[in-house]
């Protein structure tokens, strides 16, 4: 199973980003899938998951308003739009995979990708 990310970059406060989560060897339709981030010196934290079941999607509160998440099973990929990036977005951004369950915010999912690299600037 691989999950690779891309899109990240660096990017002027106020400016936006879409980062990329190409699955392979499983499909996104059959897992919950989320994007986290781990800023220097901090904890991995959840940033957002669409759900197994109907693309629904859970937003952490600091990102419900600047960003969307979805879902092209044609190409087997989830995307993270990001909007008006602020400096604490600055991050590395890891998707994840995981079928067991329908939707999670919790940091065990089974399957990560190697993560990509969001620097915002001011």
């Known amino acids: 199973v691989q999950l690779q990310a891309s899109g990240g970059g660096l990017v002027q406060a106020g400016g936006s980003l879409r980062l990329s989560c190409a699955a392979s060897?499983?499909?996104?339709?059959?897992?919950?899938m989320a994007w986290f981030r781990q800023a220097p010196g901090k904890e991995r934290e959840f940033v957002v998951a669409?759900?197994?079941?109907?693309?629904?999607?859970q937003y952490a509160d600091f990102m419900r308003h600047r960003s969307v998440i979805s879902r092209d099973n044609a190409k087997n990929t989830v995307y993270l739009q990001l909007n008006n990036l602020i400096l604490d977005d600055t991050a590395v951004y890891y998707c994840?995979?995981?079928?067991?369950?329908?939707?999670?915010?919790?940091?065990?999912?089974?399957?990560w990708g190697q993560g990509t690299q969001v620097t915002v600037s001011s």
């Open positions: 994840a995979a995981d079928s067991r369950y329908d939707v999670s915010r919790t940091n065990d999912y089974t399957y």
């Open positions: 669409i759900s197994r079941i109907g693309g629904r999607a």
């Open positions: 060897a499983i499909a996104v339709t059959n897992h919950a």
